[in-house]
């Protein structure tokens, strides 16, 4: 019996608690390795094909030569997608927006399959921030992703390069994932529709994640009827990721969507206070106007308190024990392909890079260095502004807030933690509470686009979207 096993498994022990003497651990030891030989799940993985692309946004990455399509009938029809570069279509190269991390899956993420089923063609694979960390589009491997409303403007991360492809008309549709804004951040920054959905809601396998109890996949369009009718093909469960909920979304027609009459929106304090006045006041303005259409809307008080620190410290901390099981997703069900195990590992190898090391280690030392109490506490805020919104949701049918609290900033001005909070305060709390929320463009502020989101309880992502809608409609 080695002595490097032994070792290794008294650091084990010690790491959990238990305190045995060397006899007991050889025993121990002896029986996890017995009849045991490198054991390792098979990995298949396919030839790439297709090629770069070449588009002016820097937005998509390997992408086919023609678009797949699947059928030329269904919902979809006609309709083009690209795929953020963390969810697995087969045959294309997938990075995570990182040098680091290369695989070509022999397999589709459900998410995408369900799409395809719709009659979506796809054209290929996104442009993205390092493993979905960043709320500005700047800092992926593969370049700078350019805001097609204003090269001077950031294109908001992490799904950047998803609508950047959306905006430029390049696509009709693309998935993002949002883990505290990723699909709704760069939606506002350049003026299209995104839709986190329920947590659970849409299946995750196929799916490199950031923060399992956060992360979400959603579409990004230029309307919410397409959106809504993406979301519907998506939805639902798969055996392949046990977290993914028994829930569906029913929603295929205009006239559904525009059923508002007699709803009323709670418009809440907080993340209204803490944007900016230009902001704040243009948002209010569009939700007067729902009015005209039979939505009432009141005021409502909900405290974010310290949501969007808690967020960072509950990503950071997940990803970090992401990292330390090579992108192994346990107790979340979805991260076990080992393709994409053996890709999370040799990047762990490589190096992940300086952006990913500046977001995950200062949350990551604290969660380390306090046994897990700084996550405890992170986890506990977020409960508590779960309850909070519990207490608005039951006064009201759904909110309404800005979904970023400035302007989208302009290239190279987010430098510090500080800095994320005006873009991500209004969006993260929500992946916390686990509730659906769709972004909608609403108005402008010269020439830069001004969005506000529709929030709903979760599971009722067909009312987010029918507020959304409203918004859609009364705005300028």
């Given at each position: ?15 959990l608690?238990?305190?045995?003497p ?9 029986t996890?390795t ?23 946004e ?5 992408v ?14 006609g ?5 953020k ?19 070509v ?10 799409l395809l ?40 991360g ?21 883990t505290?804004?990723s ?7 350049c ?8 947590h659970?809601l ?9 923060a ?24 639902g ?7 993914s ?11 559904e ?11 809440p ?53 992401l ?22 590992e ?11 090391a500046r977001?995950?280690?200062p ?32 006064s ?12 989208p ?11 994320l ?7 993260a709390?929500?992946n ?13 502020i ?6 506000a989101?529709a ?22």
């Amino acid at each position: 019996m080695s002595g490097s096993g032994l070792a290794e498994m008294r650091t084990q022990a010690e790491r959990l608690g238990f305190d045995l003497p060397n006899s007991i651990l050889e025993e121990i030891l002896e029986t996890a390795t017995d009849g045991e030989a490198s054991p390792t799940a098979t990995a298949p993985t396919a030839e790439g094909v297709g090629h770069a692309s070449d588009d002016d946004e820097n937005a998509l990455l390997a992408v086919f030569d023609d678009p797949r399509v699947r059928t030329d009938a269904g919902p979809l029809s006609g309709k083009t997608l690209a795929v953020k570069d963390n969810i697995a279509v087969a045959d294309l190269e997938m990075t995570c927006g990182s040098a680091a991390y290369s695989v070509v899956p022999s397999f589709t993420a459900p998410a995408v399959e369900r799409l395809l089923e719709a009659g979506i063609a796809v054209v290929g694979k996104a442009n993205m921030e390092p493993f979905a960390m960043g709320p500005t589009g700047e800092f992926s491997d593969f370049g700078h992703v350019t805001n097609p409303l204003d090269p001077d403007r950031v294109a908001g991360g992490s799904s950047s390069g998803s609508a950047a492809a959306v905006a430029a008309g390049t696509v009709d549709v693309a998935l993002g994932t949002d883990t505290g804004g990723s699909v709704r951040i760069p939606s506002a920054c350049c003026g299209i529709v995104g839709v986190k959905p329920s947590h659970r809601l849409v299946p995750r396998y196929g799916f490199v994640d950031f923060a399992p109890s956060l992360d979400t996949i959603g579409p990004m369009t230029r309307d919410v009827s397409t959106a809504a009718s993406a979301l519907a093909a998506m939805a639902g469960p798969d055996p392949r990721d046990p977290t993914s909920a028994d829930r569906s979304l029913e929603f295929e027609t205009l006239d559904e969507l525009e059923d508002v009459d007699g709803l009323t929106v709670g418009i809440p304090d907080t993340p209204f206070e803490r944007a900016s006045s230009e902001v704040a006041d243009a948002v209010r303005t569009i939700s007067d106007r729902l009015s005209t259409l039979g939505i009432k809307a009141v005021p409502v008080e909900l405290d974010l308190g310290d949501t969007e620190a808690a967020y960072l410290n509950i990503g950071a901390a997940e990803f970090s024990w992401l990292v330390s099981g090579n992108g192994v997703t346990r107790g979340q069900g979805t991260g076990y392909n080992e393709a994409l195990r053996q890709a999370f590992e040799s990047a762990r190898e490589a190096g992940l890079g300086e952006h990913v090391a500046r977001r995950i280690l200062p949350p990551a030392f604290l969660d380390m260095t306090s046994g897990g109490a700084s996550y405890a506490a992170a986890r506990e805020e977020g409960l508590a502004f779960a309850a909070r919104l519990a207490a608005a949701f039951e006064s009201v049918d759904a909110l309404v807030t800005p979904t970023l609290r400035v302007l989208p900033p302009e290239i190279e001005t987010v430098t510090t933690r500080a800095d994320l909070l005006p873009i991500l305060g209004n969006t993260a709390p929500f992946n916390i509470a686990g509730t659906p929320a769709v972004t909608v463009p609403v108005t402008s502020i010269d020439d830069v686009p001004v969005s506000a989101q529709a929030i709903a309880p979760r599971f009722e992502d067909g009312r987010a979207l029918r507020v959304a809608r409203a918004l859609e409609r009364v705005t300028d």
